[in-house]
């Protein structure tokens, strides 16, 4: 079957027909509608700005309806009073003022400050609520108990509170010990001298003034014992936290017996390519050209050319399906579409 093409010319009636179609339909439709109170008729014209006196191209008529029988006007009634539903529908005058009605906001405030009456008492009012009280208080009589109550349980507070100083003071006491009377910064300079002091100082050394006086008259003393100390703790370092010993000699052994058992033995493999690692084959990587190569790993003789010979056959099987599809393509006469078929899509 021959193919039909559409040459330039028959692009160019194409264009000028679909063109002409288009403003044919858009020629029918409404483009802009007004409205004449007079008449009261809509008019929809196909024109973008008609004139004023331009006869519409469609025009209906809107009826009027007259609702004023619909709502009845309600009579002996007083401006400004609220207007309230009846059961059959119909309207009345409350009797009520609009402005005697109070707001929300108001009534919650009056709510708050009055308050509300407890479950349990029959009275809507608070005025009700003081009576039915009243009543009660008159009939049965007042009950304090719940009053005595809460005077019994703050006492018991009271006598728990008092035993418990009691027993504060006791352990006070217990803890001061002979010191009983003293200061607390007088305990802890004694306390302080104890442990500064040996019990067999001599008598010039023997009191924390002394040994203050004794550092200020020997300032280098004190200074070179102090960088002396510094000097010893930055060479010998501290011990991790992680770690178990509690002297540096003892971590250093930790370390040495941990460097003693992280040693491998490294000896060549049973297979080639590989090294043993205490006694286990483990393969090396990274040796690049230098690595072991096995001769089955290389292409058996004249594969490289079998597998030229492959690609250019199948190379020459795809060019001859091309030059079959060209030669179809060339053989192939092509039909213009003519001027009648065009215009027929119009008709």
Request: proline content about 2%; overall charge negative.
């Given at each position: 079957?021959?193919?039909k093409?559409?040459?330039?010319?028959?692009?160019?009636q194409?264009?000028?027909?679909?063109?002409?179609?288009?403003?044919?339909?858009?020629a029918?439709?409404?483009k802009?509608?007004?409205f004449?109170?007079?008449?009261?008729?809509?008019k929809?014209?196909?024109?973008?700005?008609?004139?004023?006196?331009?006869?519409?191209?469609?025009?209906?008529v809107?009826?009027?309806?007259?609702?004023?029988?619909l709502?009845?006007?309600?009579?002996?009634?007083?401006?400004?009073?609220?207007?309230i539903?009846?059961?059959?529908?119909?309207?009345?005058?409350?009797?009520?003022?609009?402005?005697?009605?109070?707001?929300?906001?108001?009534?919650s405030?009056?709510?708050?400050?009055?308050?509300?009456?407890?479950?349990?008492?029959?009275?809507?009012?608070?005025?009700?609520?003081?009576?039915?009280l009243?009543?009660?208080?008159?009939?049965?009589?007042?009950?304090?108990?719940?009053?005595?109550?809460?005077?019994?349980?703050n006492?018991?507070?009271?006598?728990?509170?008092?035993?418990?100083?009691?027993?504060?003071?006791?352990?006070?006491?217990?803890?001061?010990?002979?010191?009983?009377?003293?200061?607390?910064r007088?305990?802890?300079?004694?306390e302080?001298?104890?442990?500064?002091?040996a019990?067999?100082?001599?008598?010039?050394?023997?009191t924390?003034?002394?040994?203050?006086?004794?550092?200020?008259?020997?300032?280098?003393?004190?200074?070179?014992?102090?960088?002396?100390?510094?000097?010893?703790?930055?060479?010998?370092?501290?011990?991790?936290?992680?770690?178990?010993?509690?002297?540096i000699?003892?971590?250093?052994?930790?370390?040495?017996?941990?460097?003693?058992g992280?040693?491998?033995?490294?000896?060549?493999?049973?297979?080639?390519?590989?090294?043993?690692?205490?006694?286990?084959?483990?393969?090396?990587?990274?040796?690049?050209?230098?690595a072991?190569?096995?001769?089955t790993?290389?292409?058996?003789?004249?594969?490289?050319?079998?597998?030229?010979?492959?690609?250019?056959?199948?190379?020459?099987?795809?060019?001859?399906?091309?030059?079959?599809r060209?030669?179809a393509?060339?053989?192939?006469t092509?039909?213009?579409?003519?001027?009648?078929?065009?215009?027929?899509?119009?008709?």
């Open positions: 079957m021959a193919e093409y559409v040459s330039l010319e028959r692009l160019t194409y264009d000028g027909l679909i063109k002409n179609y288009i403003n044919t339909a858009d029918k439709a409404f802009t509608a007004k004449d109170d007079a008449t009261r008729k809509l929809l014209f196909k024109a973008e700005s008609p004139a004023d006196d331009a006869t519409a191209d469609f025009e209906v809107i009826p009027e309806t007259d609702v004023s029988g709502l009845a006007k309600l009579t002996g009634v007083t401006e400004g009073d609220v207007v539903a009846n059961a059959d529908g119909t309207v009345k005058d409350s009797g009520v003022k609009l402005a005697d009605l109070a707001l929300k906001s108001e009534v405030t009056v709510s708050d400050l009055v308050g509300t009456i407890p479950d349990g008492y029959d009275a809507i009012t608070i005025a009700e609520y003081a009576k039915e009243a009543d009660n208080v008159a009939a049965n009589g007042y009950d304090d108990t719940e009053v005595k109550g809460l005077i019994q349980d006492t018991d507070d009271i006598t728990e509170l008092g035993n418990r100083v009691t027993t504060v003071e006791g352990s006070i006491t217990t803890m001061f010990g002979s010191d009983t009377g003293k200061s607390v007088t305990i802890a300079n004694e302080l001298a104890k442990q500064l002091i019990e067999n100082a001599s008598e010039s050394l023997d924390l003034e002394e040994i203050a006086a004794w550092i200020q008259s020997h300032p280098n003393d004190a200074s070179a014992m102090s960088k002396a100390i510094d000097d010893l703790e930055a060479l010998v370092g501290t011990i991790p936290e992680d770690a178990t010993a509690n002297t000699v003892g971590y250093i052994d930790e370390l040495i017996a941990q460097v003693k992280s040693v491998k033995e490294v000896k060549s493999g049973t297979t080639n390519g590989t090294i043993a690692v205490d006694g286990t084959d483990v393969a090396v990587t990274g040796l690049g050209s230098a072991y190569k096995s001769d790993d290389f292409d058996s003789s004249g594969s490289a050319n079998a597998a030229e010979v492959n690609s250019k056959a199948y190379a020459d099987t795809l060019n001859t399906a091309m030059d079959t060209v030669t393509l060339e053989d192939a092509p039909i213009a579409i003519t001027e009648d078929e065009i215009s027929n899509l119009f008709s």
